[in-house]
T-cell receptor
Framework: EDQVTQSPEALRLQEGESSSLNCSYT??????LFWYRQDPGKGPEFLFT???AGEEKEKERLKATLTKKESFLHITAPKPEDSATYLC????????????FGAGTRLAVHP | DSGVTQTPKHLITATGQRVTLRCSPR?????VYWYQQSLDQGLQFLIQ???????AKGNILERFSAQQFPDLHSELNLSSLELGDSALYFC?????????????FGPGTRLTVL
């Protein structure tokens, strides 16, 4: 069964304290791994797409990496405005474009 | 702003009623997706339309239905509403229907069933 699992469930950081969020997946024939950021009550905001193992993408303080079994979202020197829930998702197997989402990591960055 | 619009922003209704949620995709996008987000279930895929035709179905209840119109906007109809249908409903759109397409999400409709 296709599954996307994120850890930790919640993470509290001090401003400037770097860390990583994990996303592991069991989807046969992975056709992309997507990262989104979601603020409370808002729609998910697209961050990155990774397509193959070894690929890395960066945006400001965020860097996403992909291996054959998992993806990491590295947050370098975070600021309070980085506080949000970070979601990863992968298209389900079977040729469809339905995204299977992980439960998310709730990140809180304190000054 | 993703370019995907959804109306209404909030909807409060009673059990047994029927509601319609509306979504306009980004300019040029042909695929529309509907997702439900509740506290205990996370984001769950409901249904996908591509250029007016149903393309994929997820865990969508029989009481729920959707369609995509010639102008590419989509509507999600929820009927015989139950308390458990209270959730955030998101629409997303993508350029095509292939699985590597990035989906861009709208701001959502918060449905409260009393």
């Amino acid at each position: 069964e296709d599954q996307v699992t994120q850890s930790p469930e919640a993470l509290r950081l001090q401003e400037g304290e770097s860390s990583s969020l994990n996303c592991s997946y069991t989807v046969s024939g992975l056709r992309g791994l997507f990262w989104y950021r979601q603020d409370p009550g808002k729609g998910p905001e697209f961050l990155f797409t990774l397509y193959s193992a070894g690929e890395e993408k960066e945006k400001e303080r965020l860097k996403a990496t992909l291996t054959k079994k998992e993806s990491f979202l590295h947050i370098t020197a975070p600021k309070p405005e980085d506080s949000a829930t970070y979601l990863c998702a992968a298209p389900g197997s079977g040729g469809y474009n339905k995204l299977i989402f992980g439960a998310g990591t709730r990140l809180a960055v304190h000054p | 702003d993703s370019g995907v619009t959804q109306t209404p922003k909030h909807l409060i209704t009673a059990t047994g009623q029927r509601v319609t949620l509306r979504c306009s995709p980004r300019s040029g996008d042909l695929s529309v997706y509907w997702y439900q987000q509740s506290l205990d279930q996370g984001l769950q895929f409901l249904i996908q339309y591509y250029n007016g035709e149903e393309r994929a179905k997820g865990n969508i209840l029989e009481r729920f239905s959707a369609q995509q119109f010639p102008d590419l906007h989509s509507e999600l109809n929820l009927s015989s509403l139950e308390l458990g249908d209270s959730a955030l409903y998101f629409c997303a759109s993508s350029r095509d229907s292939i699985s590597t397409d990035t989906q861009y999400f709208g701001p959502g409709t918060r449905l409260t069933v009393l």
